[in-house]
């Protein structure tokens, strides 16, 4: 089955400053990779995704990139701001007709002050 | 758009009874619901797989007889843990999909305490 590695676990950053978060699955015939961002005791509320035919996506701040070759998919949040504190999880979507997620073990993100 | 419910919002219960949570899509039809485990501090862990009509698919691990899914309706679907025991007590979390299209909408979550 799928594998997803998430990291890092815990990533603190000042406000204004850019945050990355990397992930790296193991099915290469995953086709779909959402990012998820939790606030304690919430929902998982999906703030981004990207198909594996796409290289890039952006989204005001928020932007993700994919490369299929090895098999690993970033994060990127610029201009930082204290909303943005949360646990961020990855997530693939496995080939072979797999339709449910694998998620990754969550980067607890910190926006310092 | 892409509202999904689940009830109740958490639940104790004592060990030996069983639980049912509910999940609804509220405004779109959802072909396909998922159900998810997270204990404190963890992430996700796919459960099981449902499509309307069928019988679950469960993952590796997963006990179908203990954990009884329905998926009666493009809107409900139901996940009832039987003879619960403490070490099931977690956070459960459903989510939705519509007919093509990727993206799975997430449910609050129930938080089921087994005592």
């Known amino acids: 089955g799928e594998n997803v590695e998430q990291h890092p676990s815990t990533l603190s950053v000042q406000e204004g400053d850019s945050a990355v978060i990397k992930c790296t699955y193991s099915d290469s015939a995953s086709n779909y990779f959402p990012w998820y961002k939790q606030e304690l005791g919430k929902r998982p509320q999906l703030i981004i995704d990207i198909r594996s035919n796409v290289g890039e996506k952006k989204d005001q701040r928020i932007a993700v990139t994919l490369n299929k070759t090895a098999k690993h998919f970033s994060l990127h949040i610029t201009e930082t701001q204290p909303e943005d504190s949360a646990v961020y999880f990855c997530?693939?979507?496995?080939?072979?007709?797999?339709?449910?997620?694998?998620f990754g073990k969550g980067t607890h993100l910190i926006i310092q002050p | 758009g892409a509202v999904v419910s689940q009830h109740p919002s958490w639940v104790i219960c004592k060990s030996g009874t069983s639980v049912k949570i509910e999940c609804r899509s509220l405004?779109?039809?959802?072909?396909?619901m998922f159900w998810y485990r997270q204990f404190p501090k963890q992430s996700l862990m796919l459960m099981a797989t449902s499509n309307e009509g069928s019988k679950a698919t469960y993952e590796q691990g997963v006990e179908k007889d203990k954990f009884l899914i329905n998926h009666a309706s493009l809107t409900l679907s139901t996940l009832t843990v039987t003879s619960a025991h403490p070490e099931d007590s977690s956070f459960y979390i459903c989510s939705a999909r519509t007919s093509g299209r990727n993206e799975q909408y997430f449910g609050p979550g129930t938080r089921l305490t087994v005592t």
């Open positions: 997530a693939a979507r496995g080939g072979g007709g797999a339709d449910g997620l694998t």
């Open positions: 405004d779109f039809q959802a072909t396909t």
